[in-house]
């Protein structure tokens, strides 16, 4: 990645880690799929000319020792995960919009979020911002000055331990969902709180700081509630067959119900399409798998949905696979003569490009289409050679499937 780059698209393969080995300036990026490792260096994130949002759709960010991300330029978050550890430092200064979302605060790192009531910071969508680690010698801290911070949904900004704390003069908004009336808003306030400071506590109780372990949610500030387990891994695979499983093992679980596993195309909507018992109570690592045996074409999110016996629950993270939006190519006949037809199997309706190629990798011909079911394009080859060609599809979102064309006269 160039150190100054200007209205580009990072898109980077699942499995593959993005190394920063120098700082970067990004103006009016786009950044999907992979991870990014930033390790004492400094991410820039602008707008050049006009205001333009800086995009992340299924990344995993992690900034380590004294690394830094600044952003300035409205930011939006969608399926992705931004870990801070050590000392390192996140700085918003435009509008924030987290959409099945994480952004955790490790250690002793912060975020810094500044702008008028007029820049929103929202969390969408079951979005979380963690402060600490859970250690006790985290001092991982978020301070809002002057952004307005709503709650969408289920999500929530938790601080773990006493040392963790949340500075913020204005109140925060709860709202149900995205399209609820303005009637439905909730406002809550963290002023003048007594939680974990004063006598027998590290810190002074005074405005407008709150410390852990509370979680700003639904309900106000809250103490903050242990989830059923305690998970230690949660992976998704994408298999040769085009299934899609996932695995996770728990450390702890305490009267545990069940794991609903939940699929998403967008980060916004979520269907649940399958359950696993959980062991209920256990001190040893419990391992569990579920396969997703239909995956949606294209872009893939899923999340586990962890419900306790008294029907209270918590969320995982969010991981992501893409697969293909054409899902299965094929064409007839073959070897070919005059004329091959190729058949975009059970896609999603999303806009394809169909190309033929050469042996010397020139393109002869080229097609759009949506695929599928039952969609068929006809490409005529009676004037060809005779020999190997190579027929390819494109999708809008850059995936590729392709494969090999005999076109014989015999």
């Not at 709860?174 to 009637?183: D, E, L, M, R």
Request: overall charge neutral; proline content about 4%.
């Amino acid at each position: 990645m160039p150190a100054t780059c200007a209205n580009c698209t990072i898109s980077i393969s699942n499995g593959v880690t993005l190394t920063m080995d120098e700082g970067v300036t990004c103006q009016n990026c786009t950044f999907s799929g992979g991870k990014i490792v930033i390790s004492s260096q400094t991410l820039n994130l602008q707008y050049a000319n006009s205001l333009a949002t800086t995009y992340f759709t299924g990344t995993t960010l992690q900034v380590n020792g004294t690394g830094q991300v600044v952003v300035n330029a409205p930011l939006s978050l969608t399926g992705s995960t931004f870990t801070f550890n050590n000392t390192s430092y996140f700085n918003t200064s435009y509008e924030v919009n987290m959409v099945s979302s994480t952004v955790n605060l490790y250690d002793n790192s912060t975020m810094y979020s500044t702008g008028g009531s007029n820049v929103p910071i929202n969390l969408i969508s079951s979005s979380r911002i963690v402060i600490g680690d859970g250690s006790q010698t985290s001092n991982a801290a978020l301070t809002v000055s002057g952004p307005a911070l709503t709650l969408f949904d289920l999500s929530t900004v938790s601080l773990g331990n006493v040392n963790n704390v949340y500075n913020n003069w204005a109140s925060f908004n709860y709202h149900p969902t995205i399209t609820a009336s303005n009637s439905a808003t909730k406002t809550y306030s963290t002023q003048n709180n007594t939680i974990s400071c004063g006598s027998g506590y590290a810190h002074s109780c005074a405005n407008p700081s709150l410390y852990g372990p509370v979680a700003l949610s639904s309900g106000g500030v809250v103490p903050a509630n242990s989830l059923p387990v305690v998970l230690v891994g949660f992976t998704a695979l994408l298999n040769n067959d085009k299934t899609i499983t996932l695995d996770w093992n728990t450390q702890m679980e305490v009267n545990a119900g069940s794991f609903e596993i939940e699929r998403s195309a967008d980060g916004a909507s979520w269907t649940a399409i399958g359950s696993v018992m959980a062991k209920g109570n256990s001190s040893v690592v419990t391992n569990y798998s579920f396969t997703d045996m239909q995956p949606l074409s294209g872009t893939n999110l899923y999340r586990l949905r962890m419900i306790d016996l008294d029907n209270s629950y918590g969320y995982t993270d969010i991981k992501v696979i893409r697969t293909s939006v054409v899902n299965k190519i094929s064409f007839f006949p073959n070897p070919a003569r005059e004329y091959v037809n190729v058949s975009l199997g059970a896609g999603s309706g999303t806009q394809v490009v169909i190309r033929l190629i050469n042996p010397a990798g020139q393109l002869l011909q080229e097609k759009s289409a949506e695929s599928g079911a039952g969609v068929i394009v006809s490409f005529p080859v009676g004037n060809y050679a005779p020999g190997l060609y190579i027929l390819s599809v494109v999708s809008a979102d850059g995936t590729r499937e392709s494969r090999q064309l005999l076109i014989s006269r015999s």
